[in-house]
Nanobody, 118 residues
Framework: VQLQASGGGLVQAGGSVRLSCAAS????????TEWYRQAPGKQRELVAS???????NYADSVKGRFTISRDNAENTVYLQMNSLKPEDTAVYYC?????????????WGQGTQVTVSS
């Protein structure tokens, strides 16, 4: 099992970034897939989710600014982030629901850093 989040970087406030989540040995279209983020000194928080049926849900802090989507052919889940704010600065991770477990330990894969400058 491997999860790979990518697409982060340094962006100015008000800008946009699109994150991608690719996976091996996981088929996203049959699972609920989620984006989380973790800012320095803070707990990891759920940002957005998309079900196997395509229903989406967002944290209040990102509603209207972030969009989660899925490309079944590419087995990739995206997070389009618009109107970025400095408080969106965090490492972003993707995962499924339930969280992927490897040998009894939660597996998060490699996240991607998003830094929003004011």
């Amino acid at each position: 099992v491997q999860l790979q989040a990518s697409g982060g970087g340094l962006v100015q406030a008000g800008g946009s970034v699109r994150l991608s989540c690719a996976a091996s040995r996981i088929i996203f279209r049959i699972r609920t897939t989620e984006w989380y983020r973790q800012a320095p000194g803070k707990q990891r928080e759920l940002v957005a989710s998309i079900t196997s049926g395509g229903d989406t849900n967002y944290a209040d802090s990102v509603k209207g600014r972030f969009t989660i989507s899925r490309d079944n052919a590419e087995n990739t889940v995206y997070l389009q982030m618009n109107s970025l704010k400095p408080e969106d600065t965090a490492v972003y991770y993707c995962n499924t629901r339930p969280i992927i477990s490897v040998n009894g330990v939660d597996y998060w894969g490699q996240g991607t850093q998003v830094t929003v400058s004011s």
